[in-house]
């Protein structure tokens, strides 16, 4: 039997494609302690894998006395001067894996809770064209663990979100896939993904291709039919 492609595979980008979270952790100490505050990196993993605005409310907590859109704003500014002066820090096995995916003729979308400008600076750094497309945090109206990122791009791809693969490596992230109906990959970085619902963890994409995709959408499609097949 023929194991078909997924249609498409959506990739979460700050922690899975690319390695920067220790970019906005390096913004958040300097911006809280310039309001006579103090951040932990166990504070800063409780950002991992949220939406900006909901980060920026957490960083109010903590003393920053700035509007929720200007934290925004800062951090991303200096999340997008490091990645200009220091390149993009692909997870290993990433960029290798996503060209493969294009050479492969599958679908890409990139689905992050990034602003639209950070996304498409780390999207300019890859080259070859990468994406077909690009869903950011200030395209949606309900950030990731919502599933509305990954239904938008689904809908915007024109692909059913079960005919998909989503990489993540956050547990929102997992949770927003696992809800818009995708087979969901987690690969942990920063924190913990057991226990947030991924249909399968890798503990890296280094050696991955293509017919790996394939085989685990396959393997988890069979999976629910024989669940179904007993109900």
């Given amino acids: 039997m023929t194991l078909h492609l997924p249609a498409a595979v959506l990739w979460d980008m700050d922690g899975t494609l690319v390695d920067t979270e220790p970019y906005w952790m390096a913004a958040e100490i300097p911006l809280v302690e310039s309001f006579g505050g103090t951040w932990t990196h166990e504070q800063a993993l409780r950002l991992v894998g949220l939406g900006l605005e909901d980060a920026a409310r957490i960083l109010q907590a903590a003393g920053v006395r700035m509007a929720v859109h200007d934290i925004v704003e800062h951090l991303t500014a200096d999340v997008m001067s490091r990645l200009r002066t220091d390149g993009v820090p692909f997870r290993p096995g990433a960029k290798e894996l996503l060209a493969d995916l294009r050479s492969a003729g599958v679908k890409t979308a990139l689905v992050t809770m990034s602003l639209r400008r950070m996304a498409q600076t780390v999207v300019d750094l ?61 690969v942990p970085l920063m924190v913990s993904l057991t226990g947030a619902g991924a249909h399968a963890l890798w503990p890296t994409l280094a050696g991955r291709d293509t017919n790996d995709l394939r085989m685990l959408h396959a393997a988890h499609r069979a999976e629910e039919a024989t669940h179904d097949g007993i109900r």
Avoid: H, M, W
Wanted: glycine share 8%; hydrophobic share 50%.
């Fill in 126 to 186: 890859i080259d070859f064209a990468a994406f077909d497309l690009v869903v950011a945090g200030d395209d949606v109206a309900r950030p990731k663990p919502y599933p509305d990122p990954y239904l938008q791009a689904c809908v915007a791809l024109g692909v059913a979100a079960s005919d998909t693969v989503a990489i993540e490596d956050s547990p929102n992230g997992v949770r927003s896939a696992v809800a818009a109906g995708t087979v969901t990959l987690g």
